[in-house]
């Protein structure tokens, strides 16, 4: 059996442009094996960086959206997420996603590290923010293909949400993680943590 320090990246002979969708660019990379030099052609998916804020307001609630999502063909509980825009950053896209999507704002946000959403063929990093004593400030601003129920849930009906599944959205799950139990059956009952789960470590902030 190998072993890990034997790995070897693959080696990337050469790359070219797929077709450019709405929400990413395809790319194709020819990748030599190091184990065989078998050759292979890799479909990356070419992706601007992510954000999803887990926003909480003063009386501990979550602020989270119900929206139809095409993938699946039925509506969904998630948290506020969204691009990172070019030029902007990564902070400045989770304000403004929090802001735009449900009209809610703060003035205290948390940076929870960052995570790969699928590193076995998307390019981007998924941007984790915690924004605490969250409150309604703003009209909300839907772009034309959104339609979107905001909606601030107890962490009991969140834990509700989750059982009955209509909150399976694996990100969101994920940050909600960082900052409360999330799969014992008595998680609403103990609170938010008393400092999130964070992965940043002062990298990439």
């Known amino acids: 059996m190998a072993d890990k320090a034997d790995q070897k990246p693959w080696k990337l002979l050469r790359s070219e442009p797929g077709p450019e969708l709405p929400i990413f660019k395809v790319r ?8 065989n030099a078998n050759v292979l052609k890799a479909v990356v ?8 804020v887990a926003a909480i307001t003063s009386d501990n609630r979550i602020v989270t959206v119900r929206q139809y999502r095409f993938g699946v063909a039925h509506f969904t509980t998630e948290l506020p997420a969204g691009l990172v825009h070019q030029g ?16 809610y704002t703060s003035s205290d946000w948390v940076y929870l590290g960052w995570v790969e959403p699928n590193p076995a063929f998307q390019n981007n990093r998924l941007h984790q923010w915690l924004a605490r ?8 601003q839907l772009d034309a293909g959104e339609d979107v129920v905001v909606e601030a849930l107890m962490q009991q009906e969140i834990h509700r949400d989750i059982q009955e599944g ?7 799950l994920l940050s909600l993680s960082r900052i409360m139990p ?4 008595a998680g609403a009952q103990h ?15």
């Open 182 to 185: 999330l799969w014992d059956a």
């Open 88 to 103: 902007e950053t990564h902070q400045a896209a989770a304000e403004r996603e929090l802001r735009e999507e449900t009209g």
């Open 28 to 35: 194709y990379d020819w990748l030599e094996n190091p184990r």
């Open 45 to 52: 998916l070419d992706f601007p960086d992510w954000v999803s």
């Open 133 to 140: 004593n969250a409150r309604p400030t703003h009209a909300i």
């Open 191 to 205: 609170g938010f943590f008393q400092e999130p789960v964070r992965l940043d470590r002062g990298e990439d902030v």
């Open 166 to 172: 209509r909150l399976r959205h694996s990100l969101a």
